[in-house]
C-alpha cells in the first residue's frame, strides 16, 4: 500500500512539473520609468526585498533601493567598485549572490577602443563589507580570469542536484555556452580553466545579457536581446534537462518587440511581477508582469 502511495505522488508531482512547463508565459510592460545616476545601467539584484541596481558610470557602482509601493524608492546608499580610488569592476555584468555562499561579480573589460575585444574577469568579493564601506577597499578578496569564457561573463547562482553553482553566460553571436562553476574552486582558482573548476555546460543561443534563476520551478531566464544590442527577449529554460542533454531546453520565448534598447538585466519580485532594466538613459527601469 505504502508503495503504491509513493508511486502515486512521484506521478503526480511529475504530472504537476509537465503541466508547469507546458503553460504559456506572457510577458508586458506596465509602466517605463527613468532613474538617474546609474550611467548605463548593467543588470538588477533582487536581495530578500533589497534591490540592487548596478551601472557603468564614471566608476562601476552599485545603488540600493526598496520597493515602496509599487515603485524603486532610492535609500541614498551607493558602492563604488573601485580600490583606493581606481576603478575596479568599470562594466559589472552580473551579481552572483545567494545569501549563503560566497559572492562574485563579473566584469567585462576593453581591450581596444573600438570594443571589439573583450576580457572577461569574476571578482570574488566581500559583499558584507562592501555595503557596509561603500568600496571594494579591503573588500576584493580574489580576482578570477574567466578564460574559460568565449564571449563575457554574467554570474549568477543557481541550483542543481542540490547543490550551488555559478552560472555564467557568453553574449556573442556563436559558440554560447552557459557554463556552472564550482564556487568553492572558483574562488580559489586564479583562472576558469583551471581543473575542476568547471563543472557542466550547455549551448545556448547569442545574445545573453544576464541571467535569473527560478528556485522553485528550476527554470533559468535567459535575458536576451534579439539582436546585438537591441530589443528584447526572455527565454525560459528548463534548467536540470538543459544541463543533462548539454544544450539548452526551452520552455517558452517571449519577445517584447515595442522595445528596440538594449535590455541589460531583469529580476522577478514576486511570482508574476518583475523589474527590467536597459542601457538607456530613459525609460532604463521598466516594471512587468508576467503570466503563467
Known sequence: MKKNVLISCIALVAVLATAFLNKEVDMSIDRETTVDSLGACQGISYQNGRVFL?????VGM???????????????????LTENGQDVIGHPTGIAYNGSDKVFIGNSVRLNPEGTKWK???????????????????NLLKTIDDDACI????????????????????YGDHG????????????NCSKTSEPGVLFKKFTCT??????HWLPKEKILVLIQNQVEGHKWRFTYVDFEASVNAGQ????????INQRADELEGFAFINKTKGIAVTSSRKSNVNYLTAQW
Open 54 to 58: 548596478y551601472g557603468d558610470r564614471e
Open 62 to 80: 552599485i545603488r540600493e533601493y526598496r520597493m515602496q509601493s509599487d515603485s524603486l524608492c532610492y535609500l541614498s546608499k551607493e558602492y563604488k
Open 120 to 138: 572577461a574577469v569574476i571578482y570574488h568579493v566581500n559583499w558584507k563589507g562592501l555595503l557596509k564601506t561603500g568600496t571594494l577597499n579591503g
Open 151 to 170: 564571449q563575457g561573463t554574467r554570474p549568477e547562482y543557481v541550483k542543481y542536484n542540490n547543490r550551488w553553482y555559478v552560472a555564467t553566460a557568453d
Open 176 to 187: 554560447n555556452e552557459v557554463r556552472l562553476y564550482d564556487p568553492e574552486k572558483l574562488a
Open 206 to 211: 547569442p545574445w545573453v545579457q544576464n541571467l
Open 248 to 255: 539548452m531546453k526551452v520552455i517558452k520565448q517571449v519577445d
